[in-house]
């Protein structure tokens, strides 16, 4: 199956570890696993049920990744995101995109434009995405980039069409729509009336219920970025009924040689700079994965103190960064309500 995302993202992302182990709660529900590939990565689904079985989930998978895949996979030929980006501007958009287009204008204006999925042109420039890169980017060439960047730029028409203030402004979902497919993994799930599973892609996650091993909530641990070849974790977090996501740069990224500053993969796309940065990864807790996945992205182009101020405003949010210190050290900081006590 295509990937809906840009190369540069399967290495950007900091991976949680999914520590779990399945049983059966009772003879009557039964604990069920599926793992699998989507939209270039793995996937994990664990849940408790006696009626949905794995054979039918993996099949429903398949299926629901396929329409998403349809509707916004950049590496799609026919897809409508391909077809947008071409300048189909008569195109009815699907309810899949509708849902993600809406989040991302909300999360652009909350952000004060620090969030914005039409940046892939400045992206590629800079050698972070799969298009090819420049050798430097210069003052000139970063302004003909903007030009077509901007998410004001771009309208939802009522009739569902996308209309383009540019015909080169690029779309690509790739900062939300992972988030977003946890979601609908999830909503199915819902629709099931399960109370307890847990959904995973990449990283990504949603979680429900406790998990019936050990009849608590589902806990979750973080990698450390600053890992060498065995694999760390600096934190566990408990979700209770809620969503995580977590973007990072510490595996892709260049060094400032005057700051010794971790160029990040992120990039402004109010300035179009590739910015120097100490965030190291951030995390976001929301309802729902979408919200959080976006957020988490915001949340390494934005300023630090910008960003936490933005969560604290928002009592929907809460999120957990890894920085380096003036002496290159790592340091956790919080928002207020973030579970730091694991």
Request: aromatic content about 10%; charged content about 20%; glycine content about 6%.
């Amino acid at each position: 199956m295509q990937s809906i995302f840009m190369d540069w993202k399967r290495y950007s992302r900091l991976f949680v570890c999914l520590t779990l182990i399945w049983s059966c709660t009772s003879e009557q529900e039964k604990s069920q696993k599926i793992q699998g590939y989507a939209l270039g990565t793995s996937y994990s689904i664990s849940y408790v049920s006696n009626t949905l079985t794995p054979e039918h989930l993996t099949q429903k998978v398949d299926s629901l990744i396929e329409v998403i895949n349809q509707s916004m996979s950049t590496y799609i030929s026919d897809s409508d995101i391909t077809k947008i980006n071409k300048g189909d501007s008569l195109l009815v958009v699907d309810d899949h995109f509708v849902n993600v287009y809406r989040k991302a204008s909300e999360v652009w204006k909350q952000s004060g434009g620090f969030f914005d999925p039409t940046v892939g042109a400045l992206v590629n420039a800079y050698g972070f995405g799969p298009g090819k890169s420049l050798n430097t980017v210069s003052q000139f060439q970063r302004d003909s980039l903007l030009t077509f960047t901007g998410w004001s730029k771009t309208k939802l028409t009522e009739q569902r069409t996308i209309q383009k203030q540019y015909p080169n402004v690029y779309f690509d979902f790739n900062a939300l729509a992972k988030g977003y497919a946890v979601d609908v993994l999830a909503s199915y799930l819902k629709s099931w009336n399960l109370d307890s599973y847990l959904v995973e892609i990449g990283g990504e996650i949603v979680a429900k219920g406790k998990s019936p091993r050990s009849g608590e909530f589902w806990k979750i641990a973080i990698d450390d970025p600053q890992q060498s070849d065995e694999r760390n974790f600096i934190r566990t977090i408990t979700l209770q009924n809620q969503a995580l996501a977590t973007s990072g740069n510490y595996r892709k990224y260049a060094i400032d040689k005057q700051t010794g500053l971790r160029i990040a993969h992120s990039i402004n796309p109010i300035t179009g700079e590739a910015i120097p940065t100490k965030v190291l990864s951030a995390s976001v807790l929301a309802a729902d994965c979408m919200t959080a996945d976006a957020y988490a992205t915001a949340l390494m182009v934005m300023p630090l103190e910008e960003g936490r101020k933005m969560i604290e405003t928002d009592s929907s949010l809460e999120a957990y960064w890894i920085v380096s210190d003036s002496k290159m050290e790592m340091k956790e900081l919080f928002s207020s309500g973030f579970p730091n006590n694991e």
